[in-house]
């Protein structure tokens, strides 16, 4: 069965201060690959998307990057976090290259990152 | 792009009445619509789904209905109790795309009183 972890679980963080959290996925091939950040407890806001290695869409330009070093594990950084990079950091993956299927995405347990 | 609209924000109900949760769509492309439930500082997680061939589906105390003419979309809570007291969000998606995203909606708190 496939399974997603993302680490650190949570996370504070000085402003400034570099940014790298990491996800990674187990037990499925080329997997579609999300970063979504949850504000205020609410929302879902999609920040970036990976098809395949080394291909990253971004959704919201800020200054977050993502990167997809291998083909089961999603990065999100950051070179100096602001204040309203705060939030509930999600990672999310869905089966690739299915045409035909249908899109449920499977969530990781999440990063909650406090900046002070 | 496809932009999901939901109400309402917050709902509170007693324990054993019903909840609804409705959402609208834009995009007519768009023919699969998820239903997530996320706990406090948990992962959102699926309850139910929908594609655009059927026009209602149930699974237990939950359902969710479709009218793809109206673009609108909308899941019910039967027999509600406490436990299902957490944020639910409302998805589309056009299925069969390989980039397979999701546009979420603000998602509805939804608090069962015992």
């Known amino acids: 069965s496939q399974t997603i972890h993302q680490w650190p679980a949570t996370l504070v963080q000085p402003v400034g201060s570099p940014l790298s959290l990491e996800c990674t996925v187990e037990g499925t091939s080329n997997p579609n690959l999300y970063w979504y950040r949850q504000a205020a407890g609410r929302g879902l806001q999609l920040l970036f998307y990976s098809v395949g290695i080394g291909q990253i869409s971004s959704e919201v330009p800020q200054n977050l990057s993502a990167s997809r070093p291998q083909d089961r594990q999603f990065i999100l950084s950051s070179k100096k976090l602001l204040l309203s990079d705060s939030g509930f950091y999600l990672c999310a993956w869905r089966p690739g290259q299915v045409r035909g299927s249908y899109n449920e995405q499977f969530f990781g347990p999440g990063t909650r990152l406090t900046v002070l | 792009g496809e932009n999901v609209e939901q109400h309402p924000s917050t709902l509170s109900v007693q324990e054993g009445d019903s909840a609804v949760i409705k959402c609208t769509y834009s995009d007519s492309a768009s023919n699969y619509f998820p239903w997530y439930k996320q706990e406090l500082g948990k992962r959102p997680q699926l309850i139910i789904d929908?594609?655009?061939?059927?026009g209602e589906k149930k699974d237990q105390r939950i359902a969710v209905t479709l009218n793809k003419t109206a673009k609108h979309f909308s899941l019910h809570i039967t027999e509600t109790q406490p436990e299902d007291s957490a944020v639910y969000f409302c998805?589309?998606?056009?299925?069969?795309?390989?980039?397979?995203?999701?546009?979420f909606g603000r998602g509805t708190q939804l608090t069962v009183w015992p």
């Open positions: 998805a589309a998606s056009l299925g069969g795309s390989t980039l397979g995203r999701l546009y």
């Open positions: 929908i594609r655009s061939n059927v």
